[in-house]
């Protein structure tokens, strides 16, 4: 469910640190009918025209906030709000070139009453980056 | 005294009435029949057969307000020109800073269901007790304390029954049920956990045998069900779904045809495709080669024998209905589920609490184009589905 909304085209862009581009931000919605604490989520997945980045190289914003995905474990009072995004920034020294990419964005939602396996959402979009 | 209506749904929330949402609603309407309007559709002249009150689950529009289409405020005020009376919310959709929302968030919320005449009915909540598998699961006691933040939650917000979900629909009852029941009790919350598609209705059965025990252990009347009509799936038939207008009978055809030739699916769905298909032909389609299904739902597998008169000896247990629903036609029929049986045993069986629509057929729309979702029609149709049910139109 809502796979054609879950990746949005705003947003999309390099980050800088120090001057030095570190790498690209995407925002994101939740493919489920409700918002969720950042534990629930299993598994982020994003590949940009075919380069893989799993959640090692991931950084997940929440308002002001910003973890690790290990962190977002532990994170209990922190909401995924339904319908609302969260920032992903993906580590890529360098960032991407400027163009239309093909984005790949893949979510796990772990809800307790879908087992462990939960669901699986994911959509390829093709995004314009312009710097 | 006269009490506004948010002032009297205050009072049920905070105070530790005894009264059902039912027997509440009628004091409401007994007390101050100026403060609350009956629907009252033209050509009325016989009295209602049933006390059911008819609401909706702000679920059923979903999508809207996801993609910020509808308000929270918009959807109240929907309820409110369909002469809705029950609103039903899922507490992760609708409650900012949850589960601790403002007093201002409170007082607005109140003064909307006073705006827009409606009664709270049914707070559905989740308690993840696995922590997605990243995290320590909860213990017994964390669940139960979680589910009490819940049931306070829908105190302040003025609801008089919480569904929680917290593992799988098939597994056995977990204790937290019973030892909710005290302070449920204390409260004066009905916990209803679901009877949810493909849970057996039989009293025999291990979620439905469950629960019942544990109200018997205890004699409480702060634990029962809300059945969700999903729960009631008209078999699947080609036959009953070309009649209703979900399938076209050549592209049943064609389909039934491809697969006993071993037609490969690409190849069938891209024919599919250029024969004007409905969203109906699609999931056909799709259960005929048994791949996910796209399109419309045609109800649920036939994994569950229920049948309505199996609600009969939980109908004392009954403490809201999900209207849970896929599609309705433009003859306002519900084209997978057995709305017409459960509706006459509700009747006859003296059901008195809210009926609250859910529409669930966007979910499978927002993948590929199907046809335009329209939840407030769908919606809207459902309420005169009902309403013809009830003998009120």
Redesign the interface.
């Known amino acids: 469910?809502?796979?054609?909304?879950i990746l949005l085209t705003r947003g999309f862009q390099n980050v800088r640190q120090d001057n030095k581009v570190v790498g690209f931000q995407i925002l994101v919605?939740i493919a489920y009918?409700?918002?969720?604490?950042l534990?629930?989520?299993?598994d982020f997945q994003v590949a940009v025209d075919g380069e893989k980045f799993g959640v090692d190289k991931m950084k997940i914003s929440v308002g002001r906030h910003t973890y690790t995905f290990d962190e977002?474990?532990?994170a209990?009072n922190v909401?995924w709000e339904?319908?609302k995004p969260l920032t992903i920034t993906v580590m890529k020294p360098g960032g991407l070139k400027p163009g239309i990419h093909e984005v790949f964005f893949l979510q796990n939602?772990?809800?307790?009453?879908?087992?462990?396996r939960?669901r699986i959402s994911s959509v390829t979009k093709k995004m314009a980056l312009v710097q | 005294m006269k009490l506004t209506r948010s002032e009297f749904l205050k009072t049920l929330g905070y105070a530790s009435a005894t009264i059902a949402s039912g027997d509440a609603l009628s004091a409401v309407t007994g007390n101050s029949a100026t403060v609350i309007a009956e629907p009252s559709p033209a050509g009325q002249t016989s009295k209602p057969k049933s006390d059911i009150m008819l609401g909706v689950s702000l679920y059923s529009y979903q999508h809207a307000i996801y993609t910020g289409e509808m308000t929270l405020e918009d959807c109240l005020a929907e309820l409110n020109s369909i002469g809705a009376q029950g609103l039903q919310i899922i507490d992760e959709i609708t409650v900012p800073n949850f589960p601790n929302p403002s007093e201002a968030w409170v007082d607005h919320w109140y003064e909307m269901c006073d705006k827009y005449k409606l009664t709270p009915t049914n707070m559905n909540c989740f308690v993840d007790i696995w922590w997605g598998w990243r995290h320590k699961p909860m213990s017994l006691q964390e669940q139960v304390d979680t589910l009490t933040v819940r049931l306070k939650l829908a105190k302040r917000l003025g609801f008089t029954v919480v569904r929680p979900t917290s593992g799988a629909v098939s597994e056995p009852v977990g204790q937290i049920f019973e030892k909710i029941v005290p302070i449920a009790e204390d409260l004066n919350i009905k916990v209803t956990p679901e009877l949810h598609s493909p849970i057996p209705l039989q009293t025999n059965g291990a979620f439905v045998g469950g629960i019942l025990n544990v109200i018997q252990k205890t004699g409480t009347k702060h634990l029962g069900f809300t059945l969700d009509m999903g729960d009631l799936p008209l078999p699947f038939s080609k036959e009953r779904l070309i009649s209703v207008g979900e399938l076209t009978p050549e592209i049943a055809a064609y389909v039934d045809n491809a697969k006993a030739k071993g037609t490969p699916v690409e190849e069938v769905q891209a024919r599919v495709n250029t024969m004007n298909p409905k969203s109906g032909d699609r999931t056909y389609l799709s259960r005929v080669y048994n791949i996910r299904p796209v399109g419309a739902p045609m109800g649920a597998p036939p994994v569950a024998e229920n049948d309505p008169k199996d609600i009969i000896p939980l109908l004392p247990y009954i403490y809201n209905i999900h209207g849970k629903f896929y599609r309705m036609n433009e003859d306002l029929v519900e084209t997978t589920l057995n709305y017409e049986g459960a509706f006459k045993v509700l009747i006859e069986g003296g059901y008195k609490y809210s009926i609250d629509s859910e529409y669930e057929g966007q979910r499978s729309m927002q993948n590929q184009w199907c046809e335009p979702i329209n939840e407030v029609e769908q919606v809207r149709r459902h309420h005169l589905m009902m309403r013809r049910l009830l003998g009120r139109a």
């Open positions: 469910m809502f796979e054609n909304y919605k009918y409700r918002g969720v604490f534990p629930i989520i299993g977002t474990a532990q209990e909401r339904f319908g939602i772990k809800p307790s009453y879908t087992g462990e939960g």
